[in-house]
């Protein structure tokens, strides 16, 4: 299948919540090297709030953003709670429209949240954050719907995309947040957001292949 429904989406957000749970510690020693070494506790404790609440439950995949959304903006503190909170809200209100989503509506939601995010906060591809994650999946998703190209494969892609921009933070000087004070000491690390960004992309496309398949 090329698409999958809206209201069938609740495995795509758990998918995502285990892939945090799971990479609680490792975020964390990633965020340790050059930051407070936090990312992955505030991640772990908003992704597992959201399934202690909306676990039994029912939801759509864009209620399922939103709620988790909402929970990473006002709830877990720091900076990436109020990213993550924008990225996601945004991406559920386009999200909202479609009964169906496959490549088109998949990159519009992703593509929504990243504007979002960079209303925000100024980062730009290049500034090792996490719109390096972000934006190349982004443009893959984009470059997809263009050329009708299957969502199986398009999922493929957005994963692989993401890793690349993710490992190309680890050249990079930081430019925003805690670790920008670092200077050229804050190269040769992979960027916390970055990281966590291309977990949650991936968890989201895996889930999402399961549901096609």
Same mark, same amino acid.
């Given at each position: 299948?090329? +698409?999958?429904?809206?209201?069938?989406?609740?495995?795509?957000?758990?998918?995502?919540?285990?892939?945090?749970?799971?990479?609680?510690?490792? !975020?964390?020693?990633?965020?340790? *090297?050059?930051?407070?070494? %936090?990312?992955?506790?505030?991640?772990?404790?908003?992704?597992?709030?959201?399934?202690?609440?909306?676990?039994?439950?029912?939801?759509?995949?864009?209620? /399922? !953003?939103?709620?988790?959304?909402?929970? =990473?903006?006002?709830?877990?503190? /720091? +900076?990436?709670?109020?990213?993550?909170?924008?990225?996601?809200? %945004?991406?559920?209100? @386009?999200?909202?429209?479609?009964? #169906?989503?496959?490549?088109?509506?998949?990159?519009?939601?992703?593509?929504?949240?990243?504007?979002? !995010?960079?209303?925000?906060?100024?980062?730009? @591809?290049?500034?090792?954050? !996490?719109?390096?994650? =972000?934006?190349?999946? @982004?443009?893959?998703?984009?470059?997809?719907? #263009?050329?009708?190209?299957?969502?199986?494969?398009?999922?493929?892609?957005?994963?692989?995309?993401?890793?690349?921009?993710?490992?190309?933070?680890? %050249?990079?000087?930081?430019?925003?947040?805690?670790?920008?004070? *670092?200077?050229?000491?804050?190269?040769?690390?992979? %960027?916390?957001?970055?990281?966590?960004?291309?977990?949650? =992309?991936?968890?989201?496309?895996?889930?999402?292949?399961?549901?096609?398949?």
């Amino acid at each position: 299948m090329n +698409s999958f429904l809206n209201q069938n989406g609740k495995p795509i957000l758990m998918a995502m919540v285990k892939a945090i749970q799971d990479n609680k510690a490792y !975020l964390g020693e990633v965020d340790g *090297l050059i930051g407070d070494g %936090d990312h992955g506790m505030n991640m772990n404790k908003g992704f597992t709030l959201f399934e202690t609440r909306f676990g039994g439950e029912e939801f759509s995949f864009s209620e /399922g !953003l939103f709620n988790l959304g909402n929970i =990473l903006f006002s709830e877990i503190g /720091g +900076s990436m709670g109020p990213i993550y909170g924008t990225i996601l809200m %945004d991406a559920s209100d @386009v999200g909202n429209e479609y009964e #169906e989503i496959g490549v088109k509506e998949l990159a519009a939601m992703l593509a929504a949240g990243l504007a979002g !995010l960079q209303e925000i906060v100024q980062a730009q @591809v290049g500034d090792k954050t !996490l719109v390096d994650t =972000l934006s190349p999946a @982004v443009d893959a998703l984009k470059q997809a719907a #263009e050329a009708g190209t299957p969502f199986a494969e398009v999922l493929t892609n957005m994963k692989n995309a993401a890793a690349a921009g993710r490992d190309s933070t680890k %050249d990079m000087v930081a430019k925003f947040g805690r670790s920008s004070r *670092l200077g050229e000491r804050s190269r040769g690390v992979l %960027d916390a957001g970055a990281t966590s960004c291309c977990i949650i =992309l991936t968890a989201m496309a895996d889930a999402m292949l399961a549901l096609i398949a």
